[in-house]
């Protein structure tokens, strides 16, 4: 029941993340909204490594190094995708990638999924057209670029999910301080190669100072679900994110969603439940 319920806390987390961070990128480049973000978090995840202190292997560590980089190249698609300003439709996209990665990982491993995780697969592709969609592909529907960067994102995160994943419960907090090391290396490197100013207005740094802090707790809490549970259960249930991120955009930035989206948002939840048994 524990990996359960930090999987639904985290889920809860990188949501409210998301949304944060797709605020800040609406006023800066994503990649400095994420590299400032994931610096701010840095303490946070001091204290985390002190309160739940571990012996990692060097397996561990490289887990965390390799999770840290694709972790940080999804959240860059992801908040340039956010900042487009069709939040409820990128989240469950992202989401429904996310959790479909993990089953398929389970694939090539002993863990196998099972039937119903299968069709939940299958459920998923088809959730990812009706939300992408508008009313007969009207003017509403989600723009190409969008989806597309919202998928890419969604494999990004379904392959850190698998990453973290592979660490053992002895680890304690190490492998998030080593994802976070090699991400806060990978913005940086591509900041300096594209040119991009980390510099961030105040109220830009309040919105990436807050999707920092919660990304960080929500590391922690699936790195401490993933290292007690089945990982295509515990990554099903920490890819229900987009509901936190969609209830904020739907409450904060008053967007509207089409009778098809909201039928596409019905088929993605049947997905992570079916991927989830």
Do not use: C
């Amino acid at each position: 029941m524990l990996p359960i319920v930090l999987a639904a806390v985290s889920a809860i987390a990188f949501g409210a993340a998301d949304f944060s961070g797709g605020k800040a990128s609406r006023r800066a480049d994503p990649i400095a909204v994420t590299v400032v973000s994931q610096l701010l978090s840095v303490p946070l995840l001091v204290v985390l490594v002190l309160l739940v202190p571990g012996t990692p292997t060097t397996g561990d560590i490289v887990w965390g190094l390799a999770a840290g980089v694709a972790g940080a190249a999804g959240v860059m698609l992801l908040y340039r995708a956010l900042a487009g300003g069709m939040m409820a439709v990128v989240a469950p996209i992202t989401a429904i990638t996310a959790a479909v990665v993990p089953i398929i990982a389970g694939l090539f491993t002993a863990t196998f999924p099972g039937g119903p995780a299968l069709t939940g697969a299958g459920l998923a592709v088809l959730a990812i057209a009706l939300v992408s969609l508008g009313e007969g592909g009207g003017r509403r529907a989600a723009p190409t670029r969008l989806v597309g960067l919202a998928l890419a994102a969604g494999a990004l995160f379904g392959v850190f999910f698998v990453l973290l994943g592979q660490a053992d419960e002895s680890a304690g907090m190490w492998p998030v301080a080593a994802l976070r090391v090699s991400s806060i290396a990978f913005g940086l490197a591509l900041a300096a190669g594209t040119g991009v100013r980390l510099r961030l207005g105040r109220r830009v740094l309040v919105w990436a100072a807050v999707a920092g802090l919660l990304d960080g707790a929500a590391n922690a809490l699936f790195l401490g679900a993933a290292s007690r549970g089945h990982l295509s259960i515990i990554a099903a249930i920490a890819a229900l994110y987009p509901a936190s991120t969609v209830l904020l955009a739907l409450a904060v930035d008053r967007e509207r969603l089409r009778p098809v989206q909201v039928a596409g948002l019905g088929f993605a939840a049947g997905a992570l439940v079916l991927a989830s048994i």
